[in-house]
């Protein structure tokens, strides 16, 4: 299913049905002041050194803790947010959160890395750089232990743009990888002209690859090249939506450097986080 149809999924099944275009307005007033009434929470989910397995960071996760609906995932309110530019004010509060989270962790001392997602009304805006620089400044986390995670789809928008951006976010001294690589439009010839030193490549392709034993497969074959391509170009690469300890081998194989995914843990609330990683 696109983002889009799970989406209206959430709409149509809503307890008090009304038209789609009466739960579509609701949900807005509702989101409109969801910051405010502390309904937005952050979830965390570990990235790991392939070769070690040795914790690298976190990915935050925002979630909406909605009164009348339970616990909405992104993919439910993240394109209304876009559309009605709530998601400004949303991604703000993340990018603050996730940088205290990080900051009260301990990650400047352990050298751990905190990762939100950016959607592309809040890259493009004017403001972003100088907001992102804000909650550094606030949290007192060190630029570096901060990655932004900016999907393909938004680099390719306006690549001329997106390079001017990563490159001023880069003179903060904060990393940006590439989300859900292989999802979008570019060829592999774009990588070589973005100025990023990280890719993460979509769980779809993780997850094409079933059998370790064939090296005839071809998602294998995308997956070897994307890897080699990438280190040619000095990037790191992560894999996400790692689900089998099969996947998890075959990535060791072809040289990945961190993986993600429910196979090694899933997203999780702070409390939980903290307690299974002694952390805070
Ligand atoms: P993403 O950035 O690609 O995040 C990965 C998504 O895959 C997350 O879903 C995560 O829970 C899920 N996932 C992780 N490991 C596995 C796995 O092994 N198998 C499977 N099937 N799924 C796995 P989630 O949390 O529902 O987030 C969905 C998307 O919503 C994210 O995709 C991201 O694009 C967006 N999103 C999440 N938080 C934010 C946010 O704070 N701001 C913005 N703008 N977008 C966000
Ligand atoms: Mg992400
Ligand atoms: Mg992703
Ligand atoms: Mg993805």
Redesign the pocket.
């Known amino acids: 299913t696109t983002k889009r149809q799970q989406y209206n999924t959430v709409l149509r099944y809503s307890p008090e049905l009304g038209t789609e275009r009466e739960n579509r307005l609701r949900l807005e007033k509702e989101l409109r002041g969801a910051v405010a009434r502390g309904e937005l929470e952050l979830?965390y989910?570990g990235r790991f050194v392939l070769s070690d397995r040795a914790l690298d960071g976190f990915?935050?996760?925002?979630r909406w803790n909605h009164p009348r609906l339970g616990r909405l995932?992104?993919?439910a309110f993240?394109p209304l947010a876009e559309q009605t530019r709530l998601?400004l004010p949303l991604?703000k509060w993340?990018m603050r959160e996730s940088c205290r989270q990080a900051r009260a962790w301990g990650f400047n001392e352990r050298g751990l890395t905190m990762s939100?997602?950016?959607?592309a009304l809040?890259f493009e805006d004017d403001d972003f750089v100088q907001t992102v620089q804000d909650a550094l400044t606030a949290s007192g986390l060190i630029p570096a232990r901060l990655l932004l995670?900016i999907?393909e789809t938004l680099i390719l928008r306006d690549l001329e743009r997106a390079k001017i951006k990563i490159q001023q976010l880069h003179g903060l001294g904060v990393q940006v990888t590439m989300?859900?690589f292989g999802t979008g439009y570019s060829t592999l010839s774009v990588l070589q002209t973005l100025p990023l030193n990280h890719l993460k490549i979509d769980?779809s392709f993780v997850q094409q690859v079933q059998q370790k034993s064939d090296p005839n497969n071809p998602a294998r074959f995308v997956l070897e090249t994307i890897l080699r391509l990438a280190h040619r170009l000095d990037m790191q690469v992560t894999a996400?939506?790692?689900?089998t300890a099969e996947q998890l081998e075959l990535l060791g194989q072809l040289g990945c450097d961190h993986v993600?995914?429910?196979?090694l843990g899933r997203?999780q609330a702070a409390a939980q986080i903290e307690a299974e990683f002694e952390l805070g």
Do not use: C, K, M, W
């Open positions: 979830h989910q990915e935050a996760l925002v995932s992104p993919l993240i998601v991604g993340v939100f997602n950016v959607s809040q995670e999907t989300d859900d769980r996400e939506g790692v689900e993600q995914g429910y196979y997203p």
